[in-house]
């Protein structure tokens, strides 16, 4: 592990942000859209114009509620064995979130995201090891009416028993949570093991609070299921052109929904989740593949350590629309600079163009970065064994370590060994086809998505699910049109039969 993060901030100018945020909330105040909002902040100390819908947070109130900030949190698997609280299980790799279109997997064209693409997504993020949580990444073009939450929802919940991020319009959190409780086997049974974190973004910035998001923060407070919020500034549009400036309207916006959190339900567990960027003003484009959006993660994070509580959110993203060298050095860069300054979470997995477009392949790229930050957590393993100075005096001056026991019991240990990075010579590249990064990944999507996903849902639990909401999506992960399905090593023939007697129930209900 690193033993001092990077900081980009003196402890002074951290506590000069503090002050600067207090004076924001006490002097400029947040518009509070939300009137329940409103009303529970004037109940703790607020002060509030009802004809304006201002809200001003006196230092004292703010300082009283920071103090409530757990320093934990943790993500529930639907399996024990994926549960991950940080900061202690840090760096911690989401996928990206709600990308409306997706990179079709067979034709390589983009296309509005469907049920089934989740599905297939939820799946191979469930095999890669560099992944912690599945954020749902995409939309559902072929949702039903009334169904918009259920049809990202339950492929998602379907197809992996790692922990699933997700969000909803407060319309649906009812349904989400019948929908939760029925995969659990009952509400107390999800409460203890709530395999499903909620996600909403109550500040519109500069200084507002929405209705229907603060709603939300105010519905998973209530009712203390987990959940957490994200603030996301865009210097030089919805915060002024400077990084300082950008930083302090960011901590006051989280600052303030933090407070309201605390007021509804003191303790309740927290992330300092962020995505601040920086327009490029020669045309206002969105940047947040910007290496700008890394450091002031690294200051957010710094500000988080100042409040005790952990740090992170969206970073590690990119600009560009294929997966390319772009690709690779913006997420790449942001996401090392971000750990090397303390971010404990990155939703940083499988988007392109700006959170526009899902990727297999680069979901798969991604999933490698992960490992490579989770090699840098294991740091050098420093201690007088690991100097092995009675091995450099065996084999001495002119020798080679390469045969030796020494090496050959470390050799799968010392190095994260790449699996899509090639590192053979060009002769050898060429005969295995001369692929670039981009194939060897989409490759290795298709050899994990042509297996049948162990993951799914008992059929005692999906058919209590379908009875619970008529005309459900699928939400099986079939391969895409083209790719055959194949037989996986741990899977007999009777788990072949019984997925496809499953899948055409599954069709007869929704049919």
Known sequence: MIPTF????????VERVHSASLEILAEVGLLVRNQRARQIFAAHGAQVDHQTEIV??????????????????????????????????SPLILTGSSAPNIIDPVTGSERRARSDDLARIAHLINELPGYDVFSISTLADDAPKGQFSLSRFYPSIKNTVKPVRANTPPAEAEDMLRLVYQVAGGEAAFRERPFVTFHYCPVVSPLTMDFDSTELLIFFAERNLPSYFSIVPNAGLTSPLTMPATLAQCNAEFLAAATLTQMIQPGKAMIYSTL????????????????????LHMACAQMARFYNISAGGYIGLTNSKINDAQSGYESGMSVVAGYLGGVDIYNMGGLLDALMAFDFAKAVIDGEIALMLKRIRRGF??????LALDQIAEVGPGGMFAGTEHTLERMRATMYLADIADRDPRAQWQERGGLDAHARALRKAKEILTRANLALLPPEVDARIRAEFPGMVAGDSLPPEGWKRV????????DMGDRR??????RGVTA
């Open 6 to 13: 990077a900081a980009l901030l003196t402890q002074e100018q």
């Open 56 to 89: 001003k947070l006196p230092p004292q109130v703010v300082d009283h509620y920071q103090q409530m900030f757990p320093p934990t949190f943790t993500f529930y698997g639907r399996e024990p064995r994926y549960d991950r609280t940080i900061p202690g299980d």
């Open 276 to 295: 601040p960027t920086v327009a490029d003003m020669r045309s206002g484009a969105y940047s947040p593949g910007a290496i700008e959006t890394g450091m």
């Open 381 to 386: 393993e420093f201690s007088e064994a690991e």
């Open 487 to 494: 037989q996986r090593e741990d899977e007999s023939e009777s």
């Open 501 to 506: 007697r499953r899948r055409r129930h599954a």
